[in-house]
């Protein structure tokens, strides 16, 4: 594709912003590294939010929405709309208990939480596991929809392409820290979210749309239209409805839906103002997340379907793309290209910006684990300020060049995203009993590390290379579940809880409260704990529960409006909006 002078200009003028924001908060950043990590903890609710929705909003997200619509439909999207149950929880009931553990990653509660050689140990290996080699992963799947909107919209090769999309996100990333990441991801999400929704428009006029109807009523579309996945094919029904809603939400660990909260939602939760701010930050993430994001992405998907209705079309229409990465994400960047002139620079510049909020966080993420839950924990305890800055700074460099490197091996996102969920499976469960029962030690979390790790490795590759038929994907995933949650619970009841004092120590700093944690409370003088606390779990399982219907009443109710079905929409809109008033008035109670 030929960009004109006025796109390539509004590429370089979102280049030159993306870099200003980082030398500004390069002033502040190099302080220390509660500033370098969580820009001092003083950060408001909506700029945290719209933080937390631009790191979602990757550039590899559009393309696995793609694949998702294109293969099993737009009820496809269960898979992760599932996940909504767990940022309800996030929201409700650990937001507020993060906050109160003033941490400055979450892996350092390994060692307020759990006691001994083994909970450093676990501190330690989880800040490597996640922070370098998974964090690897998870940047490779975003760095690999850059090769593939590249290659399409610029015929750049891979490589050329990873040069260009990863030099601007590690300079700003090293230069501004936490801070940078965060100013640039609002700056981000709005040029990316307007984009996104103007090409819907644009895409359902061309003459072979021409308005919403005729999309719909498209052979090749009518079929991928249902909500909910026909209940008669039982594999499908099961597999992207059934076990996403009633397993997958509390069972699996995965980036940005970690049940208890973790990672870079946890990093967002501690560098809040308060505990409030913690809570707003998340609903607002999770509101934006699956209610107001989705449907451009559905309907440019669905549109591709009558453009571009098989693997065939894309590659008679783009023949210099390599083989190995012709699959159905590539719809998307093959949809961008018939945008007109004097706009491909807008939204070339819409996509490197989600591929930056993306790789932007997770780098700083990832760094902040290297820094200070690896390297000042276990190399240098007595290192300085200034040198766990630049260690950070070093990190992040090394991250991005890796992550380049590992992308040159995927092949598609889906591929990715199902790898991800298989390690995840069986741990979830684990992570949210953690701050309410005491038997869950450092040896739980390590088992249940190691058997889904191994599990996902013999399933996905071993298995089927000795010659066994394959496992379907439901059944490795239950299986997976089962004998890693047996694992860990067998390993919590068998082993010694942590230290006493760690346990109580705990417990007057959290005061998570619960039956599970009576015999440490019993053990500690009443007057090291608050007066009248209120125990708010019951609460917050309850707002979680009417949070949940409001938004995927707001999800559905935006569905109903966009297929003409102007009854059920407004009867929805109706019970969305009772749902939030509800909500809003229990949470004041």
């Known amino acids: 594709m030929k960009l004109e002078f006025v796109d390539w200009s509004i590429i370089f003028g979102f280049f030159v912003i993306t870099l200003l924001i980082g030398l500004w908060s390069s002033k502040t950043a190099g302080k220390n590294p509660d500033e370098f990590f969580l820009s001092g903890r003083n950060m408001p609710w909506w700029l945290l939010g719209i933080s937390m929705v631009a790191t979602t909003f990757s550039a590899d997200t559009p393309n696995l929405v793609t694949d998702i619509v294109r293969t099993n439909g737009v009820a496809g999207n269960w898979v992760w709309w599932a996940f909504l149950l767990t940022g309800m929880l996030t929201v409700f009931v650990y937001a507020r208990l993060w906050r109160k553990s003033g941490v400055l990653t979450d892996l350092e509660f390994y060692e307020i939480r759990y006691s001994g050689k083994e909970a450093a140990f676990l501190r330690g290996f989880r800040a490597i596991y996640l922070g370098f080699f998974f964090n690897i992963m998870i940047m490779a799947t975003v760095c690999l929809a850059a090769i593939k909107i590249g290659g399409i919209i610029l015929g750049l090769s891979p490589l050329n392409t990873l040069l260009i999309a990863s030099s601007i996100t590690v300079i700003y990333s090293m230069l501004g820290g936490f801070k940078g990441v965060v100013y640039t991801d609002f700056f981000q999400f709005i040029l990316a979210m307007s984009v996104t929704i103007w090409s819907a428009f644009y895409f359902i006029g061309l003459p072979e749309i021409q308005s919403l109807g005729n999309l719909f009523s498209h052979p090749n579309v009518i079929n991928k239209l249902d909500l909910i996945p026909d209940i008669n094919d039982r594999e499908v029904f099961i597999t992207i409805f059934v076990l996403p809603l009633a397993v997958q939400w509390w069972s699996v660990w995965y980036p940005g839906a970690e049940p208890g909260g973790g990672g870079y939602i946890a990093q967002r939760m501690l560098s809040a103002k308060d505990e409030n701010n913690a809570i707003w930050a998340t609903l607002l993430f999770n509101f934006a997340h699956y209610a107001i994001r989705p449907w451009p992405w559905i309907i440019i998907a669905l549109v591709s379907l009558v453009i571009f209705p098989d693997l065939a079309s894309i590659s008679e229409a783009f023949p210099g793309i390599d083989g190995k990465f012709l699959k159905n994400d590539l719809a998307y960047p093959a949809m961008m290209t018939l945008l007109p002139k004097g706009v491909i620079g807008l939204m070339v510049a819409s996509l490197i910006a989600a591929f930056m909020s993306t790789i932007s966080s997770h780098l700083n993420w990832g760094s902040s684990y290297i820094v200070h839950d690896f390297y000042s924990r276990f190399i240098n305890s007595n290192s300085t300020d200034s040198k766990k800055v630049f260690i950070g700074r070093l990190s992040t460099l090394v991250l991005m060049f890796l992550s380049a490197c590992f992308a040159l091996v995927l092949n598609n996102a889906l591929q990715a995203f199902q790898i991800l969920l298989q390690i995840g499976a069986g741990t979830g469960l684990l992570f949210i009993l953690r701050w309410f029962w005491y038997r869950i030690n450092a040896y739980s979390e390590i088992t249940a590390m190691i058997v889904s790790f191994i599990l996902a490795l013999y399933l996905q590759i071993i298995h089927t290379r000795l010659g066994f038929e394959p496992i379907p994907q439901d059944i490795q995933f239950l299986l997976s579940v089962f004998v890693t949650t047996i694992a860990w619970v067998s390993v919590s009841l068998l082993t010694q809880p942590s230290n006493l004092n760690t346990l109580k120590n705990f417990y007057i700093k959290i005061q998570p ?64 909006i009772l749902a939030f008033f509800l909500l809003w008035k229990y949470s004041k109670d």
């Open 513 to 576: 409260g619960g039956s599970g944690w009576n015999k440490v409370k019993a053990q500690i003088d009443d007057n090291k704990l608050e007066k009248d606390v209120f125990w708010t779990i019951p609460r917050g399982i309850t707002c979680m529960m009417i949070s949940v219907f409001a938004i995927y009443g707001s999800l559905f109710c935006v569905g109903f409006f966009i297929y003409g079905k102007n009854f059920q929409a407004i009867v929805l809109l109706i019970l969305t």
